[in-house]
């Protein structure tokens, strides 16, 4: 049996990579990636800590499922977004994306 240390070790790592991409990362797509690693990250905690602490009901289980869907939400609304402002301004940079300012 894998000691659940191994899997908070993994999440951080996957975490800490999903992180590292948001904050470096210039492009939008290579953002919403990075965000996609951190949900990842936070299902795994989930299920793992699940599983050891009381795998006799399914709330991790449910828990991980309403994450998933919402990376789902997500990733369409991203995705959406990241079009139509590239039809708009011609680039996914996000430095170069302020509509927002005055």
Same mark, same amino acid.
């Given at each position: !049996? +894998?000691?659940l240390? %191994?899997?908070l +070790?993994?999440?951080?790592g996957?975490f800490?990579? $999903?992180l ?5 990362r210039?492009? =939008?797509v $290579?953002i919403? !990636? $990075? &965000?996609?690693? !951190?949900? #990842?990250?936070? #299902?795994i905690?989930?299920? =793992?800590? %699940?599983?050891y602490?009381?795998?006799d009901? +399914?709330?991790?289980q449910?828990?991980? &499922? &309403?994450?998933? =869907? ?7 609304? $991203?995705?959406?977004?990241v079009?139509?402002?590239y039809?708009?301004r ?6 170069e &994306?302020? !509509?927002?300012? %005055?």
């Amino acid at each position: !049996m +894998i000691p659940l240390s %191994w899997y908070l +070790i993994l999440a951080a790592g996957l975490f800490s990579v $999903g992180l590292y991409g948001v904050l470096s990362r210039k492009n =939008a797509v $290579g953002i919403l !990636m $990075g &965000i996609e690693l !951190m949900l #990842n990250a936070a #299902n795994i905690n989930l299920v =793992a800590f %699940w599983r050891y602490v009381d795998s006799d009901s +399914i709330a991790g289980q449910a828990f991980a &499922i &309403i994450v998933f =869907a919402v990376a789902a939400a997500e990733v369409a609304v $991203g995705l959406a977004l990241v079009i139509s402002v590239y039809r708009l301004r011609k680039t996914v940079a996000a430095d170069e &994306i302020d !509509m927002l300012k %005055w």
